[in-house]
């Protein structure tokens, strides 16, 4: 998953930054994280997700998941 970076000298491409709040904020900047992108791919690719495997996604980005 490669972003597109043809555009990121454009101010207008991050306007809405202006506009965002924390947990927004502290989103934009991970999913543009490529340890993140592995982390969510590997996640994602598990075909039963046990606790253990929630937790190992989880825990070094900060994030937490409802039941």
């Known amino acids: 998953m490669s972003p597109d ?3 990121w000298r454009s101010s ?15 989103w934009e900047w991970l999913r543009r994280n490529e340890d993140y992108q592995r982390s969510y791919t ?8 046990t606790a253990v495997l929630i937790e190992r996604a ?10």
């Open 5 to 7: 970076t043809s555009r």
């Open 12 to 26: 207008s491409t991050y306007d809405y930054v202006d506009g965002l709040i924390a947990p927004d904020i502290g």
């Open 42 to 49: 590997d996640f994602s690719r598990a075909v039963s997700p």
């Open 58 to 67: 989880a825990r070094p980005w900060g994030l937490r998941f409802p039941h």
